[in-house]
DNA sequence: CTAATTAACTTAACACCGTTAAGTAAAACT
DNA sequence: AGTTTTACTTAACGGTGTTAAGTTAATTAG
C-alpha cells in the first residue's frame, strides 16, 4: 500500500515537473517556442516520457490554461466584498484588464491561443471548465445583482455578461496580439488603461441615464 | 524593354498564383494547415521557388491580410451614404460583425493571429498600413462626427474609436476562437447578434440620457 | 554568331517539430 | 526465483520552415 502511495506520489511529482518546466519556457519564450523536446531537455528526460503523463502538446497547454484561470480567480476574489454591485462590476473590468496585462502568456492561452481548446473538443468533460466557470459566474452573479438593482434594465444577465467580457477582452487581446499600431504614438501609452475607463465611463453614463 | 515588361509581368503573375493557392488552402484549412509545401504543390513548383517571391511564410500571409483589408473596406464602403453619424456608427458595428462572421480565416489573420505582424516588424514600413488605415479612418471620422453632434460629450474621439472597435473584436474573436461555449446553449445560438446587438443598445442608451 | 552573364528554378540538405512503435532494465508481485 | 508490471529510452516516421549549391534556359555583350 505504501509503496503504491510512493509511487503514485512520484508520478504526481514529475507530472508537476513537466508543467513547472513548461510554464517556465512558456512564460518566457511563449507557445511556439515551447516545445516537447524543450520542456524534456529542462526536466532531463526523453521528449517520449512526456507522452506518459499528457497525451499531447495540447494537454500539456490545457493543463496550463486550467492554471491561469485559479489565478484569475484570485484576481476576482478580492473583489468579492465590494457591496455595491455596480461598483463591483466596475472593479472586476479593472481586475480583469489588469491581469490580463500582469499575465500576458496566460491571458493568450486562456482565451486567445487555440492550442488548449483542442484538448477539451477531444474529450467532452464540463467538470473541467469549474474554474472557468467560477471566474464567469462572478460576473454574471454581479450583473445579475445589477439588474436587480435596477441597472441595464430590460437586459438579458447572460448576455450582458458576455458582453462586458467581449468588451474588456477585446481591449485585452488587440493589445496582446499587437493591432494597437493604429492608433498615435500619444494614445499609445497606457492604451488599455484608457480604453477600460472608457468602458466604465460608457456603463456609468448608462447608469445616470436611469436615475434622472 | 517589352522583354522586360514581359518578364516583369510573368513575375508577378506567379507571384498572384503563389497568393491564390495560398488564399484557397488557408480558407479551407486555416493557417496551421497551410505550409510552404502545400502551396508549391498546388502551383506545381518546388517550395524554394516561394522563397523568390517571398521572404518568408509570414510575408505571405501578410499579403493576405492586406486583401482582408479590402474585403473589409468594401464592407464599409456601403455605409457611407447613411448620412447620420450616429446612424453610421451603429451600421458599422454591424457591419464588422458581418464581416467576421463571413471570412472568419481573414479575420483571424488581420486581428488575432501573429503570423503577419511579425512581417510588419521585420521591416517597419508606415504605407504598408493604408488599408488598415482607411478603415479605422472611417470609424474615427464617424465617431467625430458623432462628438461634433454633441453625442458622447467630452471623450477622445481616437479612444473611443479604439473602444468600440475593442467591443466588437472582443464578440468577434471569442466566438473565433471558440470561447463562447461557458455560455447556456440557449444563448449560444446566434450570440454574436445578441451581444452586437447590446454594444448597440448600450450606445443608444448613452444618447437617450443625452437628449433627455 | 558565339561566349559570358543573368534569371528562374530545382535538388539536397539542415535543424527543427509532434508523435509512435519497439525495446530495456529495474522494481514489484506471485 | 520466475513472472509481470512499471518507468523510461532509442530510433524512427512524416512533417515543418528555410538555405546553400547546382542546373538550365534566356538574355546580353563582344
Redesign the interface.
Known amino acids: 500500500m505504501t509503496i503504491a502511495n510512493r509511487k503514485e506520489r512520484q508520478k504526481e511529482e514529475l507530472r508537476g515537473k513537466i508543467l513547472e518546466a513548461a510554464k517556465a519556457l512558456f512564460i518566457e519564450r511563449g507557445f ?1 517556442e515551447t516545445s516537447i523536446r524543450n520542456i524534456a531537455e529542462k526536466i532531463e528526460y526523453s521528449p517520449t516520457t512526456i507522452y506518459l503523463y499528457f497525451k499531447d502538446k495540447d494537454d500539456i497547454f490545457y493543463a496550463l490554461h486550467q492554471e491561469g484561470f485559479v489565478l484569475l480567480n484570485q484576481y476576482l476574489r478580492a473583489l468579492l466584498n465590494v457591496t455595491d454591485p455596480f461598483e463591483r462590476l466596475k472593479a472586476i473590468c479593472k481586475a480583469y484588464i489588469a491581469f490580463a496585462l500582469e499575465n500576458r502568456e496566460f491571458y493568450d492561452l486562456m ?4 492550442s488548449p ?1 483542442n484538448a ?1 473538443t477531444k474529450d467532452k468533460d464540463d467538470e473541467k ?1 469549474e474554474e ?2 467560477k471566474a ?1 459566474g462572478a460576473l454574471i452573479g454581479t450583473v445579475t445583482e445589477c439588474i436587480h438593482h435596477g441597472y441595464f434594465a430590460g ?2 444577465p ?3 455578461s ?2 462586458c ?7 485585452c ?2 493589445e496582446i ?8 504614438e500619444a ?1 499609445q501609452e497606457n ?1 488599455t488603461g ?2 477600460g475607463a ?2 466604465i ?2 456603463l456609468e ?2 447608469h ?2 436611469l436615475i ?1
Open positions: 511556439e482565451f486567445i491561443s487555440r481548446m477539451l471548465w472557468g466557470n464567469f437586459m438579458d447572460e448576455v450582458l458576455f458582453t467580457w467581449s468588451m474588456v477582452h477585446g481591449i487581446s488587440l496580439r499587437g493591432r494597437c499600431t493604429v492608433i498615435s494614445n492604451l484608457k480604453a472608457v468602458i465611463e460608457i453614463r448608462m445616470r441615464n434622472k
